[in-house]
């Protein structure tokens, strides 16, 4: 028990690119999104608890899904479901709890995973994860997981390594967000770069260091706050330090000044599912490369995923590159890989209604 590390889980989102299927009452983690009968969130908790013990997990999520948190994952003790009074990005969810762990066991490891990515190939996952966690063992370093990439994705970002001859442990020379088409296909041929995942190893005294280094605004709200954490009061000081910190993510804040910053290069079979787009290439597709999850007849149609209740017939023709899905009280249809227009989409349907989002 004692070499095993800590999970932190980041299950605050709201899921928007899957909007209508996502809802905000209900977001994508919260979804058996893949049906297997486990939702997303399930899903990585399976995953990570191989690695560690239910005593040493926190799911860090937004105030209102507490009650799913809790539902989903009764094996976590109640104190270790962790509670953001406002939206304010992976910096700070990361922060809370990584002064929460300081407090209870300073000398931890600490793995940090979004709550919603696929992992397919969980054997090299967990081979990979072994290198990530032994290298987190030098004072200091930051790891994050390396995806191999297999296309110019602009969807997610990348990180560049300085190669040094085989040794899967690389030191991170830059990070670029979600970069053009045209920067992505270089970033491919220059062949030292991968795919950011999301996922993070450290020493819970790294990552604190780091938050005194590159950001010490948040690090003196939520080093104040060692006195109140485990306590009754930690409720009451959380909401006051959430309204003092500032709305930024950890690769913004931390990652990219940082200089101890290494990847840890896999692959294993990972998506961030972070788009009907990035599900559709993950799913089972037919002759048409169309996914279809309804009972329809298609004509002249190809590339497009189709999600409707069985109880209706979907009659579809001449379409390529569309999502048509009917969830709840909302049908919509718009381009598959239309994901930058989905805040558009979702904030014009609130002014229809609370009801549609």
């Known amino acids: 028990m004692q070499d095993k590390p800590y999970v932190v889980i980041m299950a605050g989102g709201?899921?928007?690119r899957f909007w209508p299927y996502s809802r905000y009452n209900r977001p994508k983690q919260f979804l058996d999104i893949l049906g297997t009968g486990r939702?997303?969130?399930?899903?990585?908790?399976?995953?990570?608890?191989?690695?560690?013990?239910?005593?040493?997990?926190?799911?860090?999520?937004?105030?209102?899904?507490y009650k799913?948190?809790?539902?989903?994952?009764?094996d976590i003790p109640k104190d270790q479901i962790l509670i953001e009074p406002l939206r304010r990005n992976t910096a700070t969810c990361v922060a809370y709890a990584s002064y929460r762990i300081l407090k209870k066991h300073p000398s931890a490891k600490v793995i940090v995973t979004p709550a919603d990515h696929l992992i397919i190939q969980e054997g090299n996952f967990y081979s990979t994860m072994a290198i990530a966690i032994e290298a987190a063992d030098q004072d200091d370093r930051l790891i994050t997981l390396g995806i191999r990439p297999n296309r110019p994705e602009t969807g997610y970002?990348?990180?560049?390594?300085?190669?040094n001859h085989g040794n899967p442990v690389k030191k991170v020379?830059?990070?670029?967000?979600?970069?053009?088409?045209?920067?992505?296909?270089?970033f491919i041929e220059s062949g030292d770069f991968v795919w950011n995942s999301g996922m993070f190893v450290w020493k819970v005294k790294s990552i604190v260091k780091a938050f005194e280094n590159y950001m010490p605004d948040i690090s003196e709200v939520f080093e104040e706050g060692m006195v109140h954490y485990?306590?009754?009061?930690?409720?009451?000081?959380?909401?006051k330090a959430y309204s003092l910190v500032k709305n930024i993510s950890i690769d913004y804040g931390i990652m990219e000044k940082a200089d101890e910053v290494y990847t840890v290069l896999g692959e294993f079979g990972w998506s961030d599912l972070g788009s009907w787009f990035s599900l559709h290439e993950i799913q089972n597709r037919d002759e048409n490369n169309n996914v279809v999850e309804a009972n329809a007849i298609l004509y002249d149609t190809k590339n497009?995923?189709?999600?409707?209740?069985p109880q209706?017939?979907?009659?579809?023709?001449?379409?390529?590159?569309?999502l048509i899905n009917e969830s709840e009280n909302v049908l919509l249809i718009c381009k598959l890989d239309g994901e930058k227009k989905f805040r558009e989409f979702v904030n014009d349907a609130k002014k229809k209604g609370e009801d549609y989002v």
């Open 312 to 322: 209706k017939l979907v009659v579809v023709e001449g379409l390529d590159n569309y």
């Open 14 to 16: 709201i899921g928007s």
């Open 173 to 186: 020379k830059t990070f670029t967000e979600k970069p053009n088409v045209k920067l992505a296909k270089a």
């Open 68 to 74: 799913l948190v809790e539902e989903q994952l009764p």
């Open 39 to 65: 939702t997303l969130l399930q899903m990585t908790y399976d995953r990570f608890v191989k690695l560690s013990d239910k005593s040493r997990f926190y799911v860090i999520t937004y105030k209102k899904y």
């Open 157 to 163: 970002g990348y990180i560049q390594y300085i190669s």
């Open 230 to 239: 485990n306590k009754p009061q930690e409720e009451a000081f959380i909401k």
């Open 304 to 309: 497009s995923f189709i999600k409707v209740s």
